[in-house]
């Protein structure tokens, strides 16, 4: 009588979850660079033959946050202990403390009460933390210290050279390079202006800093015959832009796997001005729950 019970409750659930398929009612869609459907297995083997892959999110988005648990494991299948993780979300000067929490130097307790954490720590990014720590994973604090964005944003890049030679240690080299006329830039500009912010332009010089300092720091992480997978607001590395333009800058030969978060517009299509944002491009409906 139980395995009759256990049968039908089987039986059932799978004609619920027909039914939430039929009904047309997917938690995302993906799509590739040319605005293609496509599977998630198709980016998980596009992903395992890179070196470096760029993952952007929606940072208040669980499915950004679930997929990237889910590819998080899977390249761990695939590549063990060369899989390096690395986040926006940490700040270099915040590298010692994660990676002796990581590496199981340190308690829980203390980690979070004296690291920079993100509000939407322990719902989003704690899950990748864990991951890390139990499969002894290496994970890089890449983004730049915010109050170094700050002296940018006021400053510009001068501002910089006022810093102490152990300062600079958490920065990529001095001067950073910036081309302000990369389109992704060009576009935040055009937003600040209609918005009635100073035209001096240094809100992109800060946040191209913060690109140029995860650049750096993916690269000073990634070693041949790994693969590094990293984590950061999808804007970071849209377009082939930001993140990667400095990567390459650096080192041309990488191949580099990028991935965008966007949501679907109100016809349930994906919007034609994200078409080529990445080379896979993860849509969600816009009714979707926000984590934060």
Not at 176 to 204: C, I, R, T, W
């Amino acid at each position: 009588m139980r395995n009759l019970f256990l049968r039908n409750i089987l039986i059932m659930s799978a004609i619920l979850i027909s039914n939430v398929v039929v009904a047309g009612k997917p938690a995302y869609m993906l799509y590739n660079a040319k605005g293609k459907t496509v599977k998630y297995n198709k980016m998980l083997k596009q992903a395992s033959k890179a070196d470096i892959v760029l993952f952007g999110e929606l940072h208040n988005n669980p499915i950004s946050h679930w997929l990237q648990y889910e590819l998080t494991r899977d390249l761990h299948s695939i590549y063990g202990d060369s899989l390096i993780l690395g986040a926006e979300m940490f700040e270099s000067d915040n590298g010692l403390i994660l990676n002796e929490y990581v590496t199981g130097v340190i308690r829980t307790r203390n980690f979070e009460a004296e690291a920079k954490l993100w509000p939407n720590y322990k719902t989003d990014i704690k899950p990748l933390v864990e991951f890390a720590r139990e499969n002894k994973l290496q994970f890089v604090a890449t983004n730049v210290p915010r109050r170094y964005a700050a002296m940018v944003n006021f400053g510009g890049f001068e501002a910089l050279e006022e810093l102490s030679d152990e300062a600079k240690k958490l920065l990529p080299p001095l001067p950073v390079a910036f081309d302000p006329d990369l389109p992704q830039y060009l576009k935040m500009s055009e937003m600040m202006g209609q918005m009635g912010n100073h035209a001096n332009n240094n809100l992109v010089k800060a946040q191209a800093l913060k690109d140029a300092t995860m650049a750096h720091f993916i690269l000073e992480n990634y070693k041949p015959g790994k693969i590094f997978l990293h984590f950061h607001g999808s804007f970071h590395s849209d377009f082939y832009e930001g993140i990667m333009w400095y990567l390459l800058l650096q080192n041309p030969d990488l191949k580099i796997i990028t991935i965008a978060s966007t949501e679907l517009d109100e016809e349930g299509r994906l919007p034609e001005d994200r078409i080529g944002a990445a080379d896979f491009i993860i849509a969600t409906p816009q009714g979707m729950t926000k984590t934060h």
